[in-house]
Structures are given as C-alpha cells and as structure tokens.
C-alpha cells in the first residue's frame, strides 16, 4: 500500500476535496483511506492511502502530492 500526501491551503481545502472525489469516481471508486491534519501555517494536510501502487503514482501525479512512509 501507498500513501500519497497533498498539502492544500485551507481556503482551497473543499475545492480540491470535491476534484479528489471526482477523480476517484473516474478511477472505479477505489478503496482508500483518508487522513487529514492541519498545520501552525494554516496547510491542511491530506494522506490517502491506496492498495495498489499504480493508482497511488497517478493519483500523486493528478494532485501534485509527495509518497510518505
């Protein structure tokens, strides 16, 4: 499993939330597991763990995020 990490400023947090879910949707809605935590900085934090590495690499690609361990 892979986990996927995308920082969003708090004002964009819903926007980027709605294109994840659609991005999902278009992908088979696979299962994953969704963490958040905000930052001191005001940055949410988001980890999406996958169950297939491939999806996570295009789901990182789409979102602009970071692998995490």
């Not at 920082?7 to 294109?19: D, I, N, P």
């Not at 930052?39 to 996570?56: C, H, P, R, W, Y």
């Amino acid at each position: 499993m892979r986990v996927i990490e995308v920082r969003v400023a708090r004002a964009t947090f819903a926007a980027t939330l709605g294109e994840m879910r659609q991005w999902l949707d278009g992908h088979n809605r696979p299962r994953v597991r969704f963490e958040t935590e905000t930052d001191s900085d005001g940055m949410i934090s988001m980890k999406v763990e996958f169950e297939t590495n491939e999806l996570a690499e295009q789901f990182r690609q789409s979102f602009g995020g970071s692998y995490t361990a």
